[in-house]
C-alpha cells in the first residue's frame, strides 16, 4: 500500500519501541541513523532540533498515537531519505498548526528531503500511511523491522 | 471566464508539507472544475511573495494581517476536515 515509502525508508533507520524522554531524544537518535547511512551531514541534527523549536512537525491525528515528521532545509542533506521511530511511551511535540498546543506522539517519521518535486511520492505516502489509523496502530504493534517492511509493501 | 487566481502555498521549509497539500487540493479542485496557479514558500517568506496572490494555504501559523485570505490547516495531511477546508478554498477561489 506504500511502496514508495519503502524505497526511502531504511531498514536500518527503523527504530522500534524506543525509550525517548523527550523529542529531542527521538530526533537525535534517527538523525543519527540517517547520518550513520550516509543520507545527511552532521549538521542535520542540529538543523532539524533548532526548526522543530520554532515551527514544530507535531500532527494530531485524534488518536491516542499522534505522529510528528520533523525535517529540516535540503542544505542539510545528501540524498533522499526517511527514518521512523515507534516509541514505548509518547513524548511531547507541539502542533504544526498551533506551536503553543502540545501533543503526545509515538510515531515519528523523521525526513531527510533534497527536491520536492522528486519526493513528493515519499511525502504523499507518509501523509496517506498518517491517514489510517489501522496502519498507525498496525505500525505500534510492529516488533520487527521485517513487520514493518511487510506493513508497507 | 475571469483571471486564473494564484494560491500560495506555505509550511516551515517550503518543501515537505506544502507540497503535500499543494498537490492533493490541485487534485481535488480540478474534481470540482477549479484550476489555479500555485507556488510554494517558506511561511517566512510569505509576506514578501504575497503581493499577486488571492489566497494563502498555510499548514504552520503566519504572521497576522497579510491583507489576503489565509486558511492555516492540517486537513490534506492529517484527512481531518478535508471537505470543510476544500469548501473554504473553493469559496475564495469562485469569488
Known amino acids: ?153 | 471566464m475571469t483571471k486564473q487566481k494564484t494560491v500560495l502555498f506555505a509550511c516551515g521549509t517550503g518543501i515537505a508539507t506544502s507540497t503535500v497539500v499543494a498537490h492533493a487540493v490541485e487534485d481535488a479542485l480540478k474534481e470540482r472544475g477549479i484550476t489555479f496557479n500555485s507556488r510554494q514558500c517558506k511561511a517566512t517568506e510569505v509576506a514578501s511573495q504575497i503581493d499577486d496572490v488571492d489566497l494563502v494555504v498555510s499548514t504552520t501559523q503566519l504572521p497576522k494581517d497579510l491583507g489576503k485570505p489565509v486558511i492555516t490547516t492540517l486537513a490534506f495531511l492529517t484527512g481531518i476536515g478535508k471537505a470543510e477546508a476544500l469548501d473554504k478554498i473553493e469559496a475564495v477561489l469562485r469569488d
Open chain 1, 1 to 153: 500500500m506504500a511502496k514508495a515509502l519503502l524505497n526511502y525508508l531504511d531498514p536500518g533507520a527503523i527504530v522500534l519501541g524506543v525509550e525517548a524522554g523527550s523529542d529531542q531524544d527521538v530526533i537525535r537518535i534517527l538523525s543519527d541513523r540517517l547520518h550513520r547511512l550516509g543520507y545527511v551531514k552532521p549538521s542535520f541534527a542540529e538543523a532539524v532540533l533548532a526548526r522543530e523549536a520554532t515551527l514544530p512537525t507535531g500532527l494530531p491525528l485524534g488518536l491516542d498515537n499522534n505522529v510528528a515528521i520533523p525535517h529540516t532545509d535540503p542544505e542539510h542533506v545528501l540524498k533522499p531519505g526517511l527514518a521512523m521511530a515507534t516509541l514505548c511511551r509518547p513524548v511531547t511535540f507541539c502542533n504544526m498548526e498551533d506551536p503553543d498546543e502540545k501533543l503526545q506522539v509515538s510515531v515519528v517519521f523523521l525526513m531527510a528531503l533534497n527536491d520536492k518535486d522528486q519526493q513528493i511520492e515519499m511525502l504523499q505516502e507518509i501523509a496517506m500511511t498518517i491517514q489510517s489509523a489501522e496502519t498507525i496502530a498496525a505500525l505500534m504493534q510492529s516488533n520487527t523491522v521485517e513487520d514493518i517492511t511487510r506493513l508497507l509493501a
